[in-house]
């Protein structure tokens, strides 16, 4: 119908109130969509809140494998951790989100779809941006950009037309988390001085309460990406789960970062990547086994564009699409096997081997079997000095 609304709905009082003010400052029916890329909705019970709020379609998709694959796969590869640290789990997540929207946003001729996020963070980019590349001429509308509700007057908003909520539920802090991470902001946490408390985790244990012995495991890449953890080999899915409970348990995984916003400002941020922090480290050094020194300095310039193109929301352009291709010409021979050892926080490359490894014992080596001519060193030598002996001859020496 063309005075329908497709809103993306998490089941929570932001999202659940959005859904009435929708219907009464647009005089729009609303559809809603409740994604799972590894978070812990029900879907269900937010398919069942969205129906008795006055929805009149509300769509639950399991899109966890296609997350892994179409989104986080290409980023692992690209080597992109925004800022060197933060390996995007919220900022993959959301133009796969709007995907979806504009999907049924179609499907249902609506005019508009609609988000749930505030007129200071980076996902509002995200998800307007993402819409204006799928579907240029539809419009977004961003509820909490409009209502300047308090939370105490959003609860009251809610009271006040029966919206049915769960308000013993709620958190202390602001958290996001998919697959491939958590994320915890607000609250305490606002001040940088502040030391995170142990209640805002919840995939990692400390440090201190890790386990006494270190515990070794083995990732297998084929052409970049991981496909078997202790040589079993699982679906996407199923190796990051598994990824984050054994590096989660020792304790790897836990991020605490003053970032640069796109919306101009700094905030104090914590993540929890207990599987992307593991598998970009097994990753990198895999690729230092298998790629050139110049396509390896190469991609930590192009990891870092990667990650900055992502951050900003702009997933879905020609540029992201130009980087793909040559990232995925970068990955065609890194393949092989790295083992990490996980220990009360660290994860240490401690093995990786690779029946395309560029490195050669033989030539590494100063024991017998040795292969390096060292004699040739003296002529290579002299050509690679040759610009700095003629520059003294000529101009004297360098202070």
């Known amino acids: 119908m063309a005075d329908t609304i497709v809103l993306a709905y998490s089941g929570g009082l932001d999202t659940s109130v959005a ?27 937010a398919r069942q809140r969205a129906l008795q709020i006055g929805a009149t379609r509300a769509d639950v998709i399991d899109v966890r494998e296609e997350f892994i694959t179409e989104y986080v796969w290409p980023a692992l590869q690209a080597g992109a951790l925004y800022e060197g640290v933060y390996p995007l789990a919220t900022a993959l997540g959301r133009p796969l989100i709007t995907k979806h929207l504009v999907r049924i946003a179609q ?43 308090t939370r105490d007057e959003e609860i009251a908003y809610a009271l006040a037309r029966d919206i049915p909520l769960d308000l013993n539920k709620r958190s202390s802090y602001s958290v996001d988390e998919n697959l491939w991470g958590r994320s915890i902001e607000a609250g305490d946490l606002e001040d940088p001085w502040v030391s995170p408390p142990e209640e805002a985790y919840a995939w990692t244990v400390s440090a201190a309460a890790a386990p006494d012995q270190p515990r070794e495991v083995e990732i297998t890449f084929r052409q970049g990406i991981p496909i078997a953890i202790d040589g079993q080999e699982l679906g996407g899915t199923a190796l990051v789960e598994l990824m984050n409970d054994i590096a989660g348990a020792n304790g790897v995984g836990r991020i605490d970062h003053v970032e640069n916003r796109l919306v101009g400002i700094k905030s104090r941020e914590l993540y929890e990547a207990p599987a992307a922090i593991a598998l ?78 560029l490195y050669r014992h033989d030539l590494a080596t100063y024991d017998k079997g040795d ?20 520059q003294a001859e000529v101009q004297g020496q360098a202070d």
């Open 371 to 390: 292969s390096f001519d060292q004699a040739a060193s003296v002529g290579f030598i002299q050509i690679f000095g040759l610009p700095v002996r003629t």
């Open 107 to 149: 499907e249902e001729e609506a005019f508009a779809i609609a988000h749930g996020c505030t007129g200071k963070g980076n996902d509002q980019v995200r998800f307007d941006v993402s819409a204006a590349a799928l579907a240029p001429k539809l419009q977004v509308v961003a509820p909490a950009r409009e209502w300047n509700m």
């Open 280 to 357: 970009h480290a097994a990753h990198r050094a895999l690729e230092g086994m298998c790629l050139t020194k110049e396509q390896s300095r190469f991609k930590d310039r192009l990891g870092a564009e990667y990650a900055d193109m992502v951050y900003n929301g702009l997933w879905f352009t020609a540029h992201r699409r130009d980087l793909d291709a040559y990232v995925k010409s970068t990955q065609t021979h890194v393949s092989g096997i790295v083992r990490l050892q996980l220990f009360k926080g660290t994860c240490t490359v401690v093995g990786r081997k690779s029946d395309e490894s």
């Open 19 to 45: 859904i009435r003010w929708l219907q009464e400052r647009y005089e729009a029916g609303i559809a809603t969509l409740t994604m799972d890329l590894g978070g812990k909705v029900d879907l269900e019970a």
